[in-house]
Structures are given as C-alpha cells and as structure tokens.
C-alpha cells in the first residue's frame, strides 16, 4: 500500500515541479518509470511540464527515456522529448539530448520531436532538435516538419526547416506539399518563399490538383498571382476535369477569374460532366464572372447551354449579359435549337422579366407555344408579356393539343381565363375529341372558370356525345350541375 501512494505522489510532484518531494520519495527506492492510467511517467509529466531540475533528478534515478516495449511507439504525448517539445521547453529537450534521448522516437501517429515542434511553432526547440533529428522524417501520414508548418502557416519554422536542408516538394500519402497548403491557406509569403527556394509549381496531388488549383479553390487571389507570375499552369485539370479556372467561377471570385483569364487559362476546358467554367458561373448566378467570360470568348459568346441555364434559374440580369453580348457579336438568335428553347423555358417558370428580354432580341423560341405552356402553367405575368409581343392567343401546336383558352379552362386559371378573352380568344374552339372549353370546366368540377365562360355567352355544345350537363352529374359536381341547369 505504501509503494502505491509513494507512485501516485511521484507522478503527482514530477507534474507540479516540486524538486523537493520528488527527491526525498526517489530516495527511498521509488521506481521512477511507474505510470499512471494513461501510460504517462513522472518524466513525462515533469518534461511538459518544463521542470528541468526534476528531470535532472529523474535522469539520475535512471527513469527511462522511451518508455513501452522496445520498437513500439508508446501513446500520443508518451515520449517525453515529445512532450517537451511540443510544450516549447527547450532546455529540457536540450538536457534530455545530452542524456542521449534518441531524437528520432515516434508516438502513435509517426510524429517525430521535431514533428511536434513544428506543429506547436516551437522554433527555438526545432533549432534544438535540428542538431540530430532527421529534417525530413515522415509520421504515418506522410507528413514531414516542413509540411505540417506549412499547413498551419507558420512561416518562422518554415524558413527555419528550409535553411537546414528541408526538401521543399517532399508530399504526403496523397501528393499534398508545402507549397499547396500554403497555396490553400493564402500565405502570400510561404508561397513567395517556397517559391524562391525553386520548389515545383506544377505538381500535382494523386487527384490532379495542383497549388494553382488550391489557392483558385480557395480564393486566394495574391497567392494565386504569384503562382502564375512562377508559371503555374492554369488547364491542369483534376480527376473530374475541374481546371482552378472552373473552381474560381464556381465560387464566383471575379478577381481570380480575370487573373487566370489574363495568364490565357483555357476557358471551353469542361468538366467529364460536360460542363464549362461559364456555364458554372451562369448556374451560379456569379454576374461579373459571366461579363469576364463574355469579353474573352472567342466563338459566339450566346450559346444555347448556357443561356438555358441562365433562364432556368431566373438569372435575369445574366441573360441581358448574354443577349447584349450576342447582340455585339451579331450572333443574336443564332444558336442550337433545343426541345426546351429558352423562351419556352422561360414561360413554363413563369420568368415574365426574361421573357421581354428574349422576347426583344427575337429568335429564342415561338411566342405562341410559350403561350401555351404559361397558360398551362397558370403564370398571368408570363402571358401577359407574351401577348404584348403579339404571341398568338389561339395557338395550337397540333390539332391534338390544346390551346391556351381550354388550358386556363382544364387547369382552373380564372384570372389566366379572363387575360385570354380580353385578348380575343376564340370560346368556340375545340379539342382534338370535340370537348369546348365549357365542357372541359364541366368535366373537372371548375365552377369559377365555368361561370365566366357562360357569362362570356361561350357555347355549351360540342361535338362530344355527352353534354356538360351530363358529365357533370356523372362526375358528382353538384355545384357545376346547379349552374348549368340555371343557364
């Protein structure tokens, strides 16, 4: 019981420092390598916590260094070089090296002393450890000291590794280097310096990406001027086909965009989806990215894809761009056609604004057919545009289909209904069976639409087998039946 508290109070002084207590329970043949729960000894304990005269009473108790079976690595922050390094006492690491500490043991996770060090930005420390250690040495994930600096930004203990021989281009298990996790984190001058010590501007990680790449994917407009300004490639692409022009436009950064615009990146470079930086940037709805894409493109700036894009997600202010730009270009209506043209889409999504923009730069698609699908659709804004610019109020695509008047009748649009009539569309007209727009207001139970269109004296009769009357009773719409009795 007595050597039980006598190691619960040695881990516990060699933790606060007290040199004192520390000795007097060494001298009465303590076990000086005990542990506590977590695998951590009183030297541990005492080197992170910077108590120098303790370890020096420990060292001379003969405490182990390296704790745990040999060749195995002992927990996280078992080491107590680690732990003093990490914690930034470099007396210590000093005294524990000159007790031949081998400056080369691991924890759990590969990570040398001077792994720690350069995660903690201990640089006074690293200076220590860079008398013996191994400069370059790797944990499990393939990280060296420079490259866990760079990842943290600590450009002190960058400059301190690459003055004694750090390689530069050294990646981890995925090909990351230095110079992309300063890329990645904007560190103007750990790019500037990596840079100058000639590390390699176009390597790539093992899904392509590239430090241009990274400082593009994350905005990094000075870092990414400085890349280029050491001749980074802009097309390089990514396992997806993704070049760092493709992610500035995603992100919609119109400075870095212009940047990769100037250096000649390659703006028709699609993704293996097919798609290109400006269509990203015109699903995105990013403006000044379009207008850059506008003033560099070299075909026909208006092209179908995009400009479908724009008007599926209501960009307005994108499609004037596009439409002003083709315009320029003399190219205004000349593209593609689609099954879904751009003014077709436009009306069935009820888009009235982007209508009139099509709608005055002519060629996008038939007014009536738009018609047609925004009365479907109930969009009063979007027929109302259509029939400004004269789109036919009777338009049928086929006998087969239905015009606007007996799609407002079947889809219970009153106010679409009433804006038709106004316009002059035809009450008698017929579907491909013979049904009137009455008949079809009858059939589905529509009473509102029903009642205008008898007030607007639209014939009942058609050339259907049954009458309105009929169908009504025979789909149980009593309110219709009363209505149509009373006529």
């Known amino acids: 019981m007595a050597t039980k508290s006598l190691s619960h109070e040695l881990l516990e002084f060699s933790s606060t420092g007290d040199h004192d207590k520390v000795q007097e329970i060494l001298q009465q043949f303590q076990d000086p390598n005990v542990v506590d729960p977590a695998g951590e000894s009183p030297m541990v304990k005492a080197s992170r916590g910077g108590h120098l005269e303790v370890v020096q009473l420990l060292l001379e108790a003969l405490a182990d260094l390296r704790p745990g079976p040999p060749g195995q690595p002992g927990p996280p922050g078992a080491l107590p070089l680690l732990a003093a390094s990490t914690a930034g006492h470099r007396e210590v690491v000093q005294q524990l090296l000159w007790a031949r500490c081998d400056s080369e043991l691991r924890d759990a996770l590969g990570n040398t002393a001077l792994s720690r060090a350069a995660e903690a930005g201990q640089v006074e420390v690293a200076r220590t450890l860079l008398l013996t250690a191994n400069v370059d040495a790797e944990n499990l994930a393939g990280q060296t000291p420079l490259l866990i600096a760079a990842m943290r930004g600590l450009f002190s203990m960058m400059c301190l590794l690459l003055r004694n021989g750090a390689d530069k281009d050294v990646a981890d298990m995925h090909g990351y280097t230095a110079l992309m996790a300063s890329s990645s984190r904007g560190d103007l001058r750990g790019v500037t310096y990596l840079l100058e010590a000639c590390a390699q501007v176009n390597k790539m990680t093992s899904k392509g990406r590239t430090a241009l790449y990274m400082a593009a994917e994350t905005g990094h407009f000075k870092a990414l001027r400085c890349l280029l300004a050491a001749r980074a490639d802009p097309d390089v692409r990514d396992q997806h086909g993704c070049t760092a022009l493709f992610l500035a436009a995603q992100i919609g950064r119109s400075d870095v965009v212009g940047a990769l615009l100037e250096a000649r990146a390659d703006h028709d470079l699609k993704t293996v989806n097919g798609r290109s930086p400006m269509s990203t940037a015109v699903h995105c709805g990013h403006v000044e990215v379009v207008k850059l894409f506008l003033a560099h493109a070299s075909s026909a700036p208006c092209d179908a894809s995009s400009l479908c894009i724009a008007v599926q997600n209501g960009h307005d202010e994108i499609v004037r761009c596009m439409l002003t730009s083709a315009c320029s270009a003399g190219s205004a209506g000349s593209w593609t056609p689609t099954p879904e043209t751009p003014l077709l889409m436009a009306a069935e999504l009820g888009h009235a604004n982007i209508l009139r923009l099509l709608l005055e730069a002519g060629g996008y698609g038939d007014p009536g057919e738009a018609l047609c699908l925004a009365a479907g659709r109930g969009h009063v804004a ?24 007996l799609l407002a009748a079947e889809h219970d649009s009153l106010e679409m209904l009433q804006l038709l009539l106004e316009a002059r569309a035809d009450p008698s007209v017929q579907d491909a069976s013979g049904c009137g727009a009455v008949y079809i207001a009858a059939q589905m139970g529509h009473v509102d639409v029903l009642r205008r269109l008898l007030e607007c004296r639209c014939s009942a009769e058609g050339s259907t087998e049954t009458s309105p009357l009929h169908i009504a009773r025979e789909n149980g719409f009593a309110e219709v039946v009363k209505l149509l009795e009373d006529q």
């Open 382 to 405: 979007a027929a109302t545009m259509l029939l400004h610019f004269r789109a036919e109020v009777n338009h049928r695509r086929s006998p087969s289909e239905l015009s606007p008047l």
